[in-house]
């Protein structure tokens, strides 16, 4: 992820459209992980937070991947199709994944990796508006679908773009993956129907102000998904997998620790930075962006210490910790 740096006027009124239009963001840099094989849902099952084997063709859910004690590694959407299960992944987590996943494939596993990333597109659709420009291009179908839900669509002259429900913040919308080849006919059917553009360094400011989170900032061997609040991608009835008994029991016995916030910022600050309230130091600040409405943070804060409306020190400046759409810190 790039760090944000100040954003301009286009970018502004990108994360406005999001709020309140639609903006289109390429997000054809994140990595494309093709998993077939017979095994596939069972694989993918074993390897991460959410529950495969009850997902059918067209369907598809935000998964963690975390290491054997639970720590994170990547927040993915998978979309399972007749043959295959796509992986979007984390820019900067592609090739990490690629050899984490390889690892794990065993002799008798009837199940094949392949990294589709440079081949294919992704543009992501995103604000309320988005409904609209689907209903432009003639796919009205799609609309009030499940989260994840996908089909392959023609947007002539390109074929072969499969639209998925979701626009991987908390906003609403959906996401496009489609042969590398139409980049140019796709990007300019949307943008006609309305969409606005919107810079990575927008996406980024976006994503810290709703709270998803990141590789390297969020997600580190530092956090688990319980902590950051993923709950939704978390099945806790599947039975076994990498990382599920420390999963299981911080929720059984409501042992999270620490849970990622926003926060408010009165003035810049430096991520790493500590947080603190009154002389006492209870977290850490690991992300941060300076938008039109002011400076805004993401950092864990100890559970312990309180939540939404506390005033804490973040190195220098004064803040107050705000809610984050992205993520959930209630119990099931």
């Given at each position: ?106 002799f008798a596993d009837k199940v094949e990796l392949s990294d589709i990333t440079e081949d294919t597109n992704t543009f992501s659709l995103m604000g309320p508006g988005s409904d609209a420009v ?199």
């Amino acid at each position: 992820m790039p760090t944000s740096s100040t954003l301009d006027d286009k970018d502004t009124a990108a994360i406005q459209a999001a709020r309140v239009g639609v903006a289109i963001c390429d997000r054809t840099a994140w990595g494309r992980i093709k998993v077939s094989g017979d095994d596939r849902l069972n694989f993918l099952h074993n390897q991460s937070t959410n529950n495969f084997q009850i997902l059918k063709p067209g369907q598809g859910c935000d998964t963690v991947f975390v290491t054997s004690t639970a720590r994170t590694i990547d927040l993915a959407t998978a979309y399972i199709k007749e043959d295959a299960v796509i992986l979007l992944v984390s820019p900067n987590r592609r090739q990490f994944l690629m050899e984490w996943l390889d690892k794990y494939i065993f002799f008798a596993d009837k199940v094949e990796l392949s990294d589709i990333t440079e081949d294919t597109n992704t543009f992501s659709l995103m604000g309320p508006g988005s409904d609209a420009v689907l209903e432009k291009l003639g796919i009205g179908e799609l609309i009030g679908q499940p989260y994840g839900s996908h089909k392959v669509y023609t947007i002539p002259p390109a074929e072969g773009v499969q639209i998925a429900v979701g626009s991987g913040l908390a906003a609403p919308g959906y996401t496009l993956t489609f042969p590398y080849t139409d980049k140019a006919t796709v990007w300019n059917k949307l943008l006609e129907a309305g969409a606005v553009e919107m810079s990575d360094r927008a996406w980024d400011a976006l994503r810290i102000l709703q709270g998803r989170p990141a590789p390297d900032a969020e997600l580190t061997d530092d956090y688990n998904p319980l902590e950051v609040g993923l709950w939704q991608t978390i099945s806790f009835n599947k039975g076994c997998y990498i990382g599920q008994e420390t999963i299981a029991r911080l929720n059984t016995y409501k042992g999270v620790k620490q849970h990622l916030l926003g926060i408010r910022l009165s003035a810049p600050a430096s991520v790493g930075s500590a947080i603190a309230v009154g002389d006492e130091k209870v977290g850490k600040l690991t992300s941060y962006t300076e938008t039109s409405d002011g400076y805004f943070g993401l950092g864990y804060i100890r559970s312990k210490a309180g939540g939404v409306g506390l005033k804490v020190q973040v190195g220098e400046t004064e803040g107050e910790v705000v809610e984050i759409p992205f993520v959930s810190h209630e119990y099931p």
